[in-house]
Each structure stands twice: as structure tokens, then as C-alpha cells.
């Protein structure tokens, strides 16, 4: 907990809510570090089943705190200010691709420049309708980071993505689900009932696997069809060794949900 990020527990569910409404949730490096503090501590609760990074307001993040900038540039700190700043960044994305739980971005508004970059980390995107999302990058005359320039290559392919980070683009919420940025648009008034709702189906599934399949799908681009079939067959070797497996096939013999925990 901190003055910039706020954290609320719903049984096996976590939520890690930017909380600078004032500054559209603008990230700086202490934001960065409590975010990062909030993630590993879920990482290794074992209680904690899916994770939920949301913003306060009105915008999920309108990225890095340019007001910050200007007087780090006033002092002639610039350069230190974005070494230290995408450092901090890169570990908080780090922890949430690396993280063997299912995390969900819900996108109340913008996202925006490095706000972007955190949501596009997260393995689920809800967005309220109202919402927008800005690589920004261009704008500010700035290098894209927070693995902007992997996520959107992936994501859409080279040609969209040069598309996206050589214009100052603008996507609607409407526009992104159909690219496949997100998965979800709601209306602003159902996106928090929605947002609970998908993180307990999350919560609810089978944790060990959607590590693993968090973690194929990032090797997937790239080793080969030989290695990504090794690390696909060591992971449903472990997965028969653990609890989920072969309660989901109790399950299906008895004609029931399965109850994974």
C-alpha cells in the first residue's frame, strides 16, 4: 500500500488500482515500485489466485508524469530520470508476464505511452466503452518502452504496429477489441461488476495451467515447433503430477464443474 497504488483482496482475487485520479494515474517511479511491490507479493501468496490492475477515476494510466519530466529536464536529469524510470518499468511488466497466475487489465479510460505497455503485459483487457488506447510515444518524441515494441508486433503484426507507432493514433475501445488489444468492452457502469466477474472465473480455473500456458505462449515466438512441443509436453507432465488435472478429469467423468484449488 502507498499513497499512489491502493490494494483490495476479494477471497482469491487481488486488485492493484493506480490511485493518482488527479494525474490520470501518470506513472512515476515510486508508483512503478509499489506496483512491483503489490505483484511479487501476490506472486507468492499462495491464497491468491488472479490478479486485477486497474486505475482510479477516470483512466486506467495516461503513462509517464510529464510534469515529473519537465523538472528533471529543468535540472538537466532527463537522461537519469528515464534510465531509472523504464528500469523500474521493465521490472513491474517482468512480473507480470513471469507471474504463473492470470492477470486482468481493466481499462476504465486511457491508456496511454507506458499505461499501454502495462495493460498490454496483462493476459486479459477489459474496457469500459469510453476508453482509449494511445501509444503516445510519437507525440512526446519518445522511444516506446515497457515492451511496447514487443507486445505490438505480437499482438498485431509489423505492419500495424508500425502503423500505431509512427502516427499519434488513437484507439477506441471498439477498435482495439476488433485488432485483438482487448477482449471485452463494457458499458463504464458495468465495467467494475464485469471486471469482478471475469477475475472470479479466472480465480476459479485451474491456476497450474494457466501458468504454464502463460508461459508457452511467450516462448512460442521464439524457439522452434521441436522445442515449443518439449517445454508443451514438460508441462502436462507436471500438470499430472499436481491437483488440477486429475481433479478436471473426476470432473468430466461425473458430469460436474470442476473444483479447482
Known amino acids: 500500500m502507498s499513497d499512489s497504488v491502493v490494494v483490495a483482496r476479494d477471497g482469491p482475487v487481488v486488485e492493484i488500482r493506480l490511485a493518482r485520479p488527479d494525474r490520470l494515474n501518470a506513472l512515476d517511479v515510486p508508483t512503478f515500485r509499489a506496483v512491483r511491490a503489490e505483484l511479487q507479493a501476490a506472486a507468492i501468496d499462495p491464497g491468491v489466485r488472479a490478479v486485477v490492475l486497474t486505475g482510479e477515476g477516470r483512466a486506467f494510466s495516461a503513462g509517464g508524469d510529464v510534469a515529473t519530466m519537465e523538472e528533471w529536464r529543468a535540472n538537466g536529469q532527463l537522461p537519469r530520470l528515464f534510465h531509472e524510470l523504464t528500469a523500474e518499468q521493465e521490472l513491474s511488466v517482468r512480473e507480470i508476464v513471469a507471474m504463473r497466475k492470470p492477470v486482468l487489465a481493466s481499462l476504465p479510460g486511457v491508456a496511454a505511452g507506458g499505461g499501454l505497455s502495462l495493460a498490454l503485459a496483462a493476459d486479459w483487457r ?29 499482438y498485431l503484426g509489423l505492419g500495424l504496429a508500425q502503423e500505431l507507432l509512427f502516427t499519434r493514433a488513437r484507439l477506441s475501445a471498439a477498435r482495439a477489441k476488433e485488432l485483438g488489444l482487448v477482449h471485452e468492452v463494457v458499458p463504464a457502469a458495468e465495467l467494475r461488476g464485469r471486471t469482478a466477474a471475469r477475475a472470479a472465473e479466472l480465480a476459479e480455473g485451474p491456476t497450474f495451467a494457466y501458468g504454464w500456458t502463460k508461459h508457452l505462449l511467450q516462448s512460442a515466438f521464439h524457439g522452434s515447433l521441436e522445442s515449443q512441443m518439449m517445454l508443451e509436453r514438460r508441462g502436462a507432465v507436471e500438470a499430472a503430477r499436481g491437483p488440477e488435472l486429475p481433479e478436471g478429469i473426476r470432473a468430466f467423468r461425473e458430469k460436474r464443474p470442476p473444483r479447482f484449488a
Open 126 to 154: 477489459i474496457a469500459a466503452e469510453e476508453a482509449v488506447l494511445v501509444p503516445a510515444f510519437p507525440s512526446l518524441g519518445a522511444v516506446p518502452d515497457g515492451g511496447l515494441t514487443y507486445f505490438l508486433p505480437h
